[in-house]
């Protein structure tokens, strides 16, 4: 039989028959493991939910990896690189490849009776994954997108439509100014999006893939370049050094040389802001656990000095301070675990509330989002169970020492 577990469960649950011991004490550090071990669920939740969020919205748009013209990728100048069915191939054999898709931008202006609009038309072929549009829409839908023919179908965003005042199935005209003067074209509005992130929202319209090709005056098989998707968001760049390798400093038929970038380093100020968050967990993480620290230490030395004469008295028979130690640890373990437990229960009650109601809203035009989002990370949450149990268990290891200054002969007339 463990002895010192044992007593603990003794102490624990009752005291010689009458009431549990130093209840307030006992309530008060468990409501503050509770609390912040909710605490700290809700704002990881939070925070993962949110940047995972922001990040597969920009993704949506980018995908993982872009393979372009170098100087295209240095500075957003819209050159073509040839992009036929042999290097689709390469791109989509890669490991760690999940999708790969052409894409070719052309600037234009939209143009209604009473206002006009400068946009980025991206031209999307048959292979589009429109997963992401598709799970933005507003009205409408998404059309069958061409690389071989015109539909002169658009798909715009609500920021478009609300200032230009259109819906779907409106007609508009759309105008290119280029080397060869102004030219104009009709589209059909077959669909309306919106993510709320702002700066493609506001920028970003789609047509055919053809369309945007033959806007530019380019040769069939070039393009802007081509999306590539990976399977894993954290192997980007293992993936990219496969291309390095494979696919950089190549050039093509036209004389135009391959290069490659990431998602993250497409949009560097964004996911710099998003790794900022990660600073905002780690000081509530630091606060929580002190908090329930302070508190753990606070009803130790309570139930310590309560049960001094108990202590005299398992000394007076022969029980070692070390014996006495893990009694009270023990006694301070079963504490933790019931407010691990309703910590628990408390912060990912919240986390699913959030998920499944969106109860607390956010102004989109701030946030990216209308709602708070949250991500119940089940891994992540074990982990912080364990290391809250650990971290409070070894900082009440010093209070404890507090037994081995009460003598037998004085602890067994205390009051």
């Known amino acids: 039989m463990n002895f010192p577990l044992f007593i603990a469960r003794r102490i624990y649950s009752k005291s010689d028959g009458q009431r549990m011991v130093s209840k307030p004490a006992i309530r008060i550090a468990t409501a503050g493991v509770a609390i912040g071990l909710a605490v700290m669920i809700v704002s990881v939740s939070v925070v993962f939910g949110f940047k995972h969020t922001i990040r597969d919205k920009v993704v949506g748009f980018g995908s993982h990896i872009q393979v372009g013209e170098f100087m295209t990728l240095q500075n957003a100048d819209q050159r073509p690189v040839e992009m036929n069915d042999s290097m689709m191939a390469a791109l989509r054999s890669t490991e760690g490849v999940r999708h790969v898709q052409r894409f070719a931008m052309r600037q234009g202006i939209l143009k209604t009776d009473d206002d006009f609009l400068g946009v980025l038309f991206k ?101 802007s370049g081509a999306e590539v998707s990976v399977e894993n968001f954290l192997k980007i760049d293992e993936v990219e ?88 640890l023990w006694f301070s373990a079963f504490m933790i675990g019931r407010g691990l437990l309703i910590g628990n229960l408390l912060g990912i009650g919240l986390v699913l509330l959030q998920r499944y109601t969106g109860l607390v809203k956010l102004d989109p035009t701030t946030y990216y989002v209308s709602t708070v989002p949250v991500e119940l990370n089940i891994p992540l949450i074990i982990l912080l169970n364990i290391a809250t149990l650990l971290i409070s268990i070894f900082i009440l290891i010093a209070p404890s020492y507090l037994i081995s200054h009460i003598q037998p002969a004085k602890s067994m007339r205390y009051e």
């Open 123 to 223: 031209g999307v072929g048959p292979e589009f994954d429109s997963t992401f549009i598709h799970q933005n829409m507003v009205s409408g839908a998404i059309p069958a997108f061409s690389d071989s023919t015109s539909t002169n179908k658009l798909l715009i965003s609500k920021s478009m439509a609300d200032k230009l005042r259109l819906k779907s199935d409106d007609r508009i005209f759309a105008y290119f100014i280029g080397d060869e003067g102004v030219r104009a074209r009709r589209f059909d509005i077959c669909g309306i999006y919106q993510t709320n992130l702002s700066q493609y929202d506001d920028a970003i319209c789609y047509i055919d893939l053809y369309t945007a090709v033959k806007l530019n005056g380019w040769e069939p098989d070039q393009v």
């Open 241 to 328: 050094e496969i291309f390095i390798d494979k696919v950089n400093r190549q050039s093509d038929k036209y004389g135009e040389t391959y290069s490659t970038k990431t998602i993250q380093e497409l949009n560097p100020q964004l996911f710099s802001w998003l790794e900022l968050l990660d600073l905002n967990v780690w000081i509530i993480l630091a606060l929580m656990i002190s908090v329930a620290a302070v508190t753990m230490i606070s009803g130790l030395l309570i139930i310590i000095l309560e049960r001094t004469t108990m202590i005299g008295v398992l000394k007076a028979l022969g029980a070692r301070n070390k014996t006495i130690r893990h009694t009270f």
